[in-house]
Each structure stands twice: as structure tokens, then as C-alpha cells.
């Protein structure tokens, strides 16, 4: 151990007098071409939609992608004193007040904002974040088994803890799993601070299973999808997202009438994402070039098939593949982020004792 | 720097000998520096972060933490876990050890890659392998009517498959240089076969097989992906519990604490290795490892091999054929369906780049880990058989630590230690390659080591006293006998640089991602196309891990001369 604090000690005195060689040169005078947006995985554009954004701007998108979106938004905050970029996308309602409060943003209202509904913008007095996206997380189910076992599917949250729906349900851990904490508000929106409780009670008693992923929930133990029905998942309920069907659909030739798989749409939390310029952004005039094109109706029509999510302007037309094999969640619930945030830490301990 | 005088052989541990003490630190200057930068000073700024909140030390954390139940829970899951793992791996993979470096039987140089492939595979992938084999409707379910995805057997079984390869590299590669003609003359002076062994073979072997049974434990500690798979929601590691509480909850005091929980277990693991191996190791006579194997003879070398080849067929071969089988098994029926859309960026520019792109970008950066992590290992391992004395010792432990760190804190470390000149790395591409060779360097120390130290002093010597220099007596001398070991370790620095993944995925570049980071991402989206994708890509990283593999082994393990 002693060796290590000397090698320590070591490696600070060396990264301190490196010759802290004063004007860098980057301060020059002018601007640089290149915005630089940080990410999580999921993020992705189509190469033309990109492209058109250099042509209209002159900027070229450089884009870091670091693990998920709980993990990208910890590292921004980590890192703001010295951003890795100038904008910030992905941050969602759930993560919200953690962002906001660490001041990773600085504030900034993007052109055509004017046509975002007011519902969607959680930060509307100060505009530190742009709503880009929006999604549903929902239960799923596998069509064939419920049309084989002639059982109507669940539709809403009190559905699934009925008796006909016993054994049937996968759900994630909501320690390790974005749409898992989902489904966990979802219930706390629905059946209040105190009500959640019982209800999770009731729906273990009903053998849910937990499994730690959403990989191993969609794509092992449900039986609804693709790889679920090639691993002989036995599962014909599981929480995912609204636009998991029309996923589930691409590439299969011929074309099915219907998706294999469907939403329950009374079981959905509304998960936004939001865009940022970032605190101490090299170049905060690219970022906000960036942001306003997010908004534009080229990127907001191209997102649902490149990430499957919602676009939060109105007009934006959706793809055929949506509007056929999607579902409208009328009623989705939600929960105001600084809530989210006040609560998060003792409902995700209380789920663990009572579920666990 | 000049070492031209011959090394006295040791006498007696008396008297200090400046002369091989300067020598071994000069060696081990250019290791410390590298692990002092990239692992000690990113781990050490993390951890700090976590524990300096709000302008003040909050040392009071490290009670509140440790007295959580827990916690201790998660770590006597943790070390119980790692030790049945080590041991089992030992069991099944000791044997295996012995038939590749002793026997002879056709395919077992493309066999020798093979084992090595779980290496690089993406846990989430052979977790998936491995629920569907061990699961519901899976082939031990319809065989014998178990399902073991929800028993700790499970987690046991998958650190077997993905540590099978280092028994066989660590032990196997020493073992098939001992020359048999000791244990032989051993049987000629009447001891039997068994004793022979024990008493011949068996104490030659021990460092190799505490080092392998060391780097299993170290692994199998800081396990994750496997964990998460197929331990379910209720297991977690000491690895898992750091993830979550820095990626996931933020709370960073906390994942401070476990980290260097994690640290001083790792450490004291590492402190009962090195004095169960302080027994000096003895200079063996190394020979031509192709002098040394032969076809099997006799009914019970036959079937022992037939028995280790069934263990491979059945633990290895099986879960892998799984996957590749999964690859193929497109919408309509057998085909390439999977794999002519890896070829297509098509309209979804998830990557920017398309997949296969990845698998040229996975190769460059473990050829330039590969190259850092044989220079650093390599030095080290020259300047720990200087037999410098106790500094050397705590040396070759430190070097280990960064298998025992969680990559998660790695990860984060870079980020915030490597922003600011002279080390401002965070948009270099060098960021990966270097945090892929820190588990690769102690590979390379593990593997080279015995090796070294097993050969004779008195060749060195004899070579000295004829006026070689010493880097013509590394040349003539070292270099032959060692050169085995240095085609396994380098084989195996690169399948860990192929499939490393924690610490990639927080330090990918944005248009090189590597081809664990992309199979992650394809896993991540919904649809049959998305996972058969997957399911292709990581067909492919085997192919390719086994591949370079047979090519970086085949001239370093050719006969000398």
C-alpha cells in the first residue's frame, strides 16, 4: 500500500510540473468548425441528416458516446470543470434535477421552441435544457400466446395483478435499469407515495420476475420477440417501450399485418430527453447551432427509426413503420423531475426490500 | 548502464549487492512510471473525488459504508464466489494444461486458440450463451431436467469457460518446457510414478499454478457481466456495487469506499501469492517445448485426453457453437441474413460507421495494446528476476491491481486525472490501447516470470564471463527459452485488449468505436435485425481473436533453431 500512495504522490508531482506552457493557442481568433456533442450510446442520425447540418452551418458534428444514459450524464458532471463538449444530449426526466442542480448547463432558448408543447418543457423558466424527445415505457406482450390461450391482454396497471395474468410478467431491476425505474414511477404516479408499496406487494405476490437488464428481459425471457421466441423465453409480459413493435418489424420480409408484439398503453411512464449547451463549452455558438437543428423537422422526422422515440415538435410527420405498428399511449403518467429526484434513493430501496 | 560483471550466484541473502538493485530499478522505471500514470493517478483522483465532498475529508463515510450489512454481504459473496470459481477452473483446467503442453494430438494448435476465445467474447453475449444452455428448455433443462440459470452453479460454470484459457496459457506454457527427462531420472532411482511427479514436477510447476490461480481469482473477483446475466437481481459483486453507485445512483463517497475495499482485499490477496510463492523458485531446466510433447500412450494418457477434450467439447465449444449458430438462424430460415447487413451502414447510421469498421478498429488498438503491454510487462518481469530484494516484491503485486480495480473507476479515473497537460489524453486515441494494456501487463509479468526466473543463472554467468554483453546475453541466451512465453503472453494481451469492454465503452472515440462497444449498442436496441446483428459481430470477434491468435503464436512458438 505504500508503494501505491508513492506512486501516487509520484504521478500528482509529475502531472504538476508539467510546464504549464500559459496560452495554449486555442484562444485564437477564429472559430472553430467543429461542435462536439456528448452522448450516451443510444444516440444515433442518419449520415444525411448530419450532413445537412454541416451544409447548412458549416459545423461538423463530433460526437462522444459514453456507456448509458445514467453514465453519460454522471460523467458530464464529473468532468464540467474541463466538458468534453459543448452540447449535451440525452439527459432525461428522470436525471433532470441531478444535471440541473450540478449546473451543468448554461442557459439558452433554441429557435422553434414556439412549436414544442408547453407540457413538455420542464424547464421552461429558464431554458437550461431543450426538449428533443419524447418515449413510453410500457408492458409489452407476446400476441400469439394471449390469442392461443384465448386471454385478453392486460391493459392497465391494476390488470397485472389479476389472477389470469399470474407467473406472466418480467420485469427489470430498477437499481440497474433505466426502463425498470421507469415502470417503478410509473406505479408511484399511479398509486401515490404510499400506495406503490402495496401494489408491488400484490404484484410479487402475482410472480413477477425480475431479471437485471433490459437485454435479458426483451431478448431472453420474453417470449414476444425475436431472440425471446429463438431463446425459448417463457415470459409473455414484459416492460420495454411503446415503439418496441415497430422495431420488432423492421427488416422482416414480407411485411406482417400487425406487429408480434403489443403495448398495454394504460401501463406507460413518459420518458423526455433534453439537450444542453454545456457550462464552459469551447464553442457555445456551434452548440447552439446544433440544438436549434435538433428542433428542425429533418432531424425530428429522422429520429424515430434511428433511436425509436418520439419526435416533441408539432407537425413532425411520424414513418409509416410508426404509425402502423406503434401504439398512441393517450394517458402516459408522469412525475415532475425535482419529485423524481427528492424520492428517487428511498423507493428504489423500499422496491428492493419489498421485491428482492 | 553497464552489467558486465557477473552476477555472484546467491549465497546466502547477505551483503547487499547495489549492482543488480540499480539494474532492476532501472528496469522497473519505465512499468512505474506507466502504472503510476495511468492507474494509480486516475484511481487515486477518483476515489479522492468521491471522498473530498463539499470542501472536507469525509472519512466518517468509510464507518457508515463498512457498517452496512450489505455490504459485508456483497463482499463475502464476492470472495466466496471468486474462490470456488478459482477453484473449479483449477480442477477442470489443470489437466487441460497438462495435455497441451505434453501430449500430442492433431488440431491442438487451433484447439489452443480456441479455449482463448471466451476471453474476448462480451459477457452479455456468453451470458446469453449460457442462459441458453443452462436454462429454461436449454440443454441441461431437456437432458436432465435441471435448470441451473437462477443457481450460483451458473456463475460458476461461466468463470470456468472464461478463465479455462488462462490455466492453460500460465501453467501449460512453463510446463511444456520442464524437461520430462528430471522426472524420468526420478523413476529410474525407483520413486513411482506418482511420487515422480510430485516431488519432480509438481514444485516446478507451483509458481506457475499459484500465478494462474491468482489471475483467476483476480478476475473472477471483479467479475460483472456474469454476475448481472445469470446471478440475477438478488447477487452482486464488490464490481457490480461500484458500477451502480457511480454510473447509476452518483454517490460518489460511497463507490470511494467500495473501491478501496475492493483495493485492500485485492492487496490482500495478493500478500498471501507472494508468500506462498516466496519459496525461492528453483532454476529448472528449460528445453525445446518441441522436444517435449508426444502422442499420447497408454490407456491412461489416452484417457485423460479424451476426457479433457470432452471437458472443452462440452464447456467451451458448446457455448460458443450456441452463438454462432444464433448468428446464422436469421427470419427466414439458415442464412447470411445478419451478416449482409453488417456490411450495410444502410439508412440507420447508428455507428456512423458500419460494424464490420469495428472489427478493423477492435485489431488496431489490441496490436497497439499488445505492443504496451509486452514492453511494460516485459521490463517488469526482466527487472523482477534481478532479485532486487523486497523493493522488487511489493513491484510485482502492484502490478496486479489493476486486475483487481473495478473498470468503472478506471474509466471515470481517466477522465478526470488525464485532462490537463502533459496528460491530456481524454480525446486521444491512445486512451484505449493504454487502458487495455494495464490488463494486459500483468498478463505478461504472469506469464514471463516463472519462465525467467527458471532460467539458470549460471547461463548467464557463463555468457558474462565470456564477455558477452548483457543485452547479447538476453539476445543469445534469455531470448531462446523464453520465447514461448512471450508468444503466449503476447496472444494473450491481445485477446484481453480485443474483448476489454469496461473501461472501453466510458473512453471509446466517437467514430472508432470498438467491436464490444458496438455489440453492446446493437444489443441495445429492439428487433430481430439489431440482435442477429449482435449475434454476427461476436461470431466474428471469435473468428478474429482466434485467427490473430494462430498468427501471433506461430512464429514465436516455432522451434528454435
Known amino acids: ?356 | 548502464m553497464e552489467l558486465d560483471r557477473p552476477v555472484e550466484p546467491r549465497a546466502s541473502g547477505r551483503g547487499r549487492r547495489p549492482r543488480p538493485l540499480a539494474a532492476g530499478l532501472a528496469l522497473a522505471a519505465l512499468p512505474l512510471a506507466f502504472f503510476a500514470a495511468f492507474f494509480a493517478y486516475p484511481v487515486a483522483s477518483i476515489v479522492s473525488r468521491g471522498l473530498h465532498q463539499g470542501g472536507r475529508w469525509q472519512f466518517g463515510r468509510i464507518g457508515d459504508v463498512l457498517g452496512d450489512g450489505s455490504v459485508r454481504h456483497v463482499l463475502w459473496f464476492t470472495c466466496w464466489q471468486a474462490a470456488a470459481s478459482t477453484a473449479l477452473t483449477l480442477a477442470v483446467a489443470l489437466p487441460g494444461a497438462y495435455a497441451f503442453a505434453r501430449l500430442d494430438f492433431p488440431g491442438k494448435r487451433l484447439l489452443r486458440a480456441v479455449v482463448t476465445v471466451p476471453f474476448v467474447l462480451p459477457t452479455v453475449v456468453a451470458g446469453s450463451a449460457f442462459l441458453a444452455l443452462l436454462g429454461q428448455g436449454g440443454f441441461t433443462d431437456s437432458l436432465f431436467g435441471v435448470r441451473l440459470d437462477t443457481s450460483v452453479w451458473a456463475i460458476l460454470i461461466a468463470h470456468v469457460f472464461f478463465n479455462y484459457a488462462v490455466v492453460v496459457r500460465t501453467v501449460g506454457g512453463l510446463w511444456a518446457q520442464l524437461d520430462p527427462r528430471q522426472e524420468e531420472a526420478a523413476r529410474m532411482l525407483g520413486a513411482g510414478r506418482l511420487a515422480a511427479w510430485r516431488r519432480v514436477t509438481l514444485p516446478a510447476l507451483a509458481p506457475a499454478v499459484a500465478s494462474g490461480a491468482v489471475m483467476v481469482f483476480l478476475f473472477t473477483f471483479t467479475s460483472f457481466g456474469v454476475i448481472q446475466i445469470l446471478g440475477g437481481p438478488t447477487r452482486a459483486t464488490l464490481e457490480v456495487e461500484i458500477y451502480r453507485q457511480t454510473a447509476e445512483i452518483f454517490d460518489l463517497p460511497t463507490a470511494a469506499v467500495l473501491t478501496l475495499l475492493q483495493l485492500v482485499a485485492v492487496v490482500a490477496i495478493l500478500a498471501v501469492h507472494a508468500s506462498a510463492t516466496r519459496r525461492r523458485e528453483s532454476a529448472l531446466r528449460l528445453v525445446d517445448p518441441a522436444g517435449t510433447a508426444h502422442r499420447p500412450r497408454g490407456a491412461g494418457e489416452r484417457t485423460l485426453l479424451a476426457a479433457v477434450l470432452a471437458s472443452i467439447a462440452v464447456l467451451i465449444l458448446l457455448p460458443l457453437g450456441v452463438l454462432a449458430a444464433r448468428s446464422f438462424d436469421g427470419p427466414n430460415g439458415y442464412g447470411l441474413t445478419f451478416y449482409r447487413a453488417l456490411g450495410t451502414t444502410s439508412a440507420d447510421g447508428t455507428f456512423l460507421v458500419s460494424p464490420l469498421h469495428t472489427v478493423w478498429n477492435s485489431v488496431r488498438y489490441a496490436a497497439a495494446a499488445t505492443v504496451i503491454a509486452l514492453v511494460v510487462g516485459g521490463l517488469a518481469a526482466a527487472a523482477l528476476t534481478r532479485r532486487a530484494g523486497r523493493l522488487t516484491r511489493g513491484f510485482d503485486g502492484l502490478l496486479m491491481l489493476p486486475l483487481g480495480t473495478s473498470a468503472v473507476t478506471v474509466g471515470f479515473g481517466f477522465l478526470i486525472a488525464l485532462d490537463k497537460p502533459p496528460l491530456d489524453l481524454r480525446d486521444s486515441w491512445l486512451l484505449v490501447p493504454l487502458a487495455q494494456a494495464l490488463v494486459g501487463a500483468p498478463f505478461v509479468v504472469r506469464v514471463m516470470l516463472p519462465v525467467l526466473r527458471a532460467v539458470d543463472e549460471r547461463l548467464r554467468e557463463a555468457a558474462a564471463m565470456l564477455g558477452a554483453s548483457p543485452a547479447r546475453v538476453w539476445r543469445e541466451v534469455e531470448l531462446p527459452l523464453v520465447r514461448r512465453a512471450l508468444g503466449i503472453a503476447a496472444g494473450f494481451a491481445f485477446a484481453v485488449s480485443l474483448g476489454e469492454f469496461g473501461a472501453t465503452v466510458f473512453i471509446a472515440r466517437p467514430d472508432s468505436p470498438t467491436l464490444p462497444v458496438a455489440v453492446a449498442r446493437l444489443l441495445g436496441r429492439a428487433g430481430e435485425m439489431n440482435y442477429g446483428q449482435a449475434m454476427a459481430l461476436s461470431t466474428i470477434l471469435m473468428v478474429v481473436c482466434a485467427a490473430s491468435l494462430l498468427i501471433l503464436e506461430y512464429p514465436l512458438s516455432k522451434r528454435s533453431r
Open chain 1, 1 to 356: 500500500m505504500g508503494a501505491l500512495v508513492l506512486a501516487t504522490a509520484g504521478a500528482t508531482l509529475l502531472a504538476g510540473c508539467g510546464g504549464s506552457g500559459s496560452g495554449s493557442g486555442s484562444a485564437s481568433g477564429t472559430p472553430s468548425k467543429t461542435v462536439t456533442l456528448v452522448s450516451h450510446d443510444s444516440f444515433a442520425a442518419s449520415k444525411s441528416v448530419m450532413a445537412q447540418f454541416t451544409k447548412e452551418t458549416g459545423y461538423t458534428v463530433k460526437v462522444l458516446r459514453g456507456g448509458d444514459a445514467g453514465a453519460a450524464v454522471n460523467q458530464a458532471i464529473l468532468t464540467k470543470d474541463h466538458p468534453r463538449g459543448d452540447v449535451f444530449f440525452g439527459v432525461d426526466n428522470t436525471l433532470l434535477s441531478r444535471a440541473l442542480d450540478n449546473g451543468l448547463f448554461d442557459p439558452y432558448t433554441a429557435k422553434g421552441l414556439d412549436q414544442v408543447p408547453s407540457d413538455v418543457q420542464l424547464d421552461a423558466a429558464q431554458h437550461r435544457v431543450t426538449p428533443i424527445d419524447s418515449g413510453d415505457v410500457c408492458v409489452n406482450y407476446d400476441r400469439a400466446y394471449f390469442t392461443s390461450h384465448h386471454l385478453a391482454p392486460p391493459q392497465t396497471f391494476a390488470d397485472l395483478v389479476k389472477p389470469q395474468y399470474k407467473n406472466l410478467l418480467v420485469t427489470e431491476n430498477v437499481s440497474t435499469s433505466s426502463p425498470g425505474l421507469a415502470f417503478l414511477l410509473g406505479t408511484a404516479a399511479t398509486y401515490g407515495d404510499d400506495g406503490w408499496q402495496a401494489y408491488w406487494k400484490k404484484l410479487k405476490a402475482n410472480g413477477v420476475q425480475v431479471v437485471d437488464s433490459w437485454e435479458q428481459a426483451y431478448d431472453s425471457t420474453f417470449s414476444g420477440s425475436a431472440a425471446g421466441r429463438k431463446a425459448k423465453g417463457d415470459k409473455p409480459l414484459v416492460v420495454s417501450y411503446a415503439s418496441s413493435p415497430p422495431a420488432e418489424v423492421v427488416g422482416v420480409t414480407p411485411q406482417p399485418a400487425q406487429s408480434p408484439v403489443g403495448v398495454a398503453t394504460g401501463t406507460c411512464f413518459r420518458q423526455i430527453e433534453f439537450a444542453g449547451v454545456l457550462h464552459g463549452a469551447k464553442n457555445p455558438a456551434g452548440a447552439k447551432a446544433f440544438i436549434d437543428f435538433m428542433l428542425s423537422r429533418t432531424f425530428q422526422q429522422d429520429m424515430p427509426l434511428q433511436m425509436y422515440v418520439d419526435p416533441v415538435v408539432k407537425g413532425a410527420v411520424e414513418p409509416e413503420l410508426f404509425t402502423k405498428y406503434g401504439a398512441k399511449v393517450p394517458h402516459p403518467t408522469t412525475i415532475a423531475p425535482d419529485k423524481i429526484a427528492a424520492k428517487r434513493d428511498d423507493w428504489v430501496k423500499s422496491w428492493n426490500s419489498i421485491v428482492l
